[in-house]
């Protein structure tokens, strides 16, 4: 047996912020036991009529559990009407009732379905897709526990903290009613809904530590820093004074960060720069409003596809001009970016059709895919323009690679406007449209795309995976995957200096631009503004705020000479050594004037 009884620490991914100290509790998940015997002919109806009505009294057990939420957790809700939506497909219905009259019990016929759909989810390449197949299994063990007479639910000691390999949706709301300290989980997803509740909820959270179950079992304390990603088992009580102190310091930088939220994002020399917040959900819109951004400088509208209010199909034009229209009326008179659906052929469901590449982030993907399915491009075109009456609407084309694409686009666009005018259809005739900077061929052409656009958004993330030819979901190349690598750096500064000739306003995005080591140098780069997650608004504007504009351009010009992201990293880090060395002997000798 392994001897962990002295402190060990485990790094993961940061998933919600927050420092928790406390007792480990672990989260063991139930076995599958399900019989696979089949039942009597004669006991099908008993079972069908078992199942439908377990499937009732969970749909109202979810409804009920979404009016608390409505008032207590919001986020909570879209969650809780995705599940009453996977309770009526009638897809999953349909197979459920089949298995059943091939004489499968219900229980077992719930198991077998829901698991099938389960493992189809979990084999698709894309995030996305894989969280929802958590969804799935917290419906059938929601009807499973009704089938069995068995109850969702836990005994928490007071002050604890979740050690488990995943959470489902209704476990995290559970923990809502307990006094649970912090979360730890072997898995790793940042966009799993269990993940979104946790950090709604405030509670610190770290995702993907391996090793974690097995180092819990023989630990009684552990400490969870949501903002390193660091895990420590079995701290000393010299560790736990010192993360007591972090987090005391930690609670007293967000007061005063807090106050930021009506300061300009202005550079101490006076460079004003754009700050945008990301938008995933409504509850993203209303944090990022909350927070002071200027606008939603990138909303991701293929994660709005799944909208419980359409019962059309996901690409039902008035589904979808509803839904825009209410998100545009939401943020105004803020500035809200719609970026066209950036799927790839794997993304979507069978209804749509399913093409299985090999590859499918270097196949069909972004504006390549739309404009092989023209009825998807045109019901989203056409929904956004509908919306752009609010006047605060523009427009986001994703992994352009040519400028044959953004021209196709455009021709759709006039055409759906001309129709619009004729049967006086109120739209913004001067809708602002932009483009996604994501592969080097964009920015290799930045400078004949810059005409034929208002803006652009560099899109941080797939611009290094595809620069350096390294899977960002692929932990066996992370090592190549590195946003501060030189070659990285020089496409972002070609972009911004083919585009200077137009006045275009350039703003980044993805996680490289709410990194704190990378503001200084985007800024001396010449970006116009920074889009970033809501919860991320405050703590980037601090950073812009503390910045010099003119110093940033001496560090930049610096950097784009270096070799490797290591001596990047290097040469950043002096320079904010040495920026806080002078602030401090500012500091030092005017109070010695003073005295």
């Known amino acids: 047996m392994d001897n962990v009884a002295d402190e060990q620490k485990l790094k993961g991914i940061p998933a919600s912020p927050g420092i928790a100290i406390g007792q480990i509790f672990v989260l063991v998940e139930a076995p599958e036991r399900e019989q696979q015997e089949p039942i009597a002919e004669n006991a099908v109806a008993a079972e069908l009529q078992r199942f439908e009505k377990a499937r009732q009294q969970c749909a109202a057990e979810i409804e009920q559990f ?12 879209p969650i809780l009407e995705a599940q009453l939506l996977i309770l009526n497909d009638p897809l999953l219905l349909e197979e459920i009732t089949s298995a059943i009259y091939q004489r499968h019990s219900a229980a077992s016929a719930v198991l077998m379905v829901f698991n099938k759909h389960e493992k189809q989810l979990l084999r698709l390449r894309d995030p996305l897709f894989r969280d929802r197949a958590l969804d799935l299994e917290d419906v059938k063990d929601r009807i499973l526990s009704i089938l069995r007479n068995e109850q969702i639910s836990f005994s928490l000691p007071e002050k604890s903290i979740i050690i488990a390999h995943s959470l489902t949706p209704s476990e995290v709301l559970l923990i809502k009613e307990k006094d649970v300290r912090g979360i730890i989980l072997e898995s790793s997803s940042l966009t799993s809904h269990p993940v979104m509740l946790a950090r709604s909820l405030q509670i610190p959270a770290v995702i993907g530590v391996r090793d974690a179950l097995r180092l819990a079992q023989h630990a009684q304390t552990v400490i969870v820093d949501g903002y390193s990603g660091s895990v420590i088992f ?71 596809l799944f909208n419980p209010d359409s019962n059309n199909g996901l690409f039902d034009e008035d589904a979808l001009t509803q839904q825009y229209g209410e998100i545009a009326a939401r943020v105004y008179p803020l500035p809200v970016t719609f970026r066209l659906f950036d799927l790839t052929a794997d993304k979507l469901p069978n209804k749509v059709f399913f093409l299985r590449e090999p590859n499918p982030s270097l196949g069909l993907r972004g504006v390549r895919l739309l ?141 490289f631009a709410s990194h704190p080591l990378a503001i200084d140098t985007l800024i001396g780069l010449g970006i116009s503004g920074f889009s970033v997650a809501p919860s991320l608004l405050l703590s980037t504007k601090k950073r812009i705020r503390e910045a010099n504009a003119e110093d940033a351009r001496h560090l930049a010009r610096h950097v784009l000479e270096l070799s490797s992201p290591e001596e990047v990293r290097a040469a950043i880090t002096e320079f904010r050594r040495q920026r806080k060395q002078k602030q401090t002997s500012r500091y030092s000798s005017g109070k010695s004037r003073t005295a």
């Open 66 to 77: 979404m009016q608390k939420a409505r008032s207590l957790l919001p986020s909570a809700v």
């Open 234 to 304: 079995n701290p000393s009580e010299a560790t736990i004074a010192t993360y007591k102190q972090r987090r005391r310091l930690r609670r007293r930088a967000e007061q005063r960060i807090r106050k930021l939220k009506s300061l300009p994002s202005i550079t101490t020399d006076g460079c004003q720069l754009h700050l945008y917040a990301n938008a995933d959900s409504f509850e993203d819109l209303d944090a990022a409003v909350t927070a002071g951004a200027e606008g939603i400088g990138l909303l991701r509208t293929e994660l709005f």
């Open 371 to 511: 404009l092989k399915h023209r009825s998807i491009l045109g019901a989203q075109l056409r929904a956004i323009l509908r919306a752009s009456q609010h006047r605060n609407v523009r427009l986001l084309i994703p992994m352009v690679t040519s400028v044959a694409e953004v021209l196709k686009v455009m021709k759709l666009l006039r055409r759906f406007a001309e129709t619009f005018r004729k049967q006086e259809i109120p739209f913004d005739p001067n809708l602002p449209i932009g483009i996604m900077i994501e592969t080097p061929a964009a920015t290799l052409l930045a400078h004949k795309l810059a005409p034929m656009v208002q803006f652009m958004s560099i899109g941080s993330n797939d611009l290094t995976q595809y620069t350096m030819a390294a899977d960002r979901d692929n932990a066996a190349v992370d090592f190549y995957y590195d946003p501060f690598h030189p070659a990285v750096l020089q496409l972002i500064a070609r972009t911004i200096e083919a585009v200077q000739p137009y006045g275009l306003e350039v703003t980044i995005c993805g996680e």
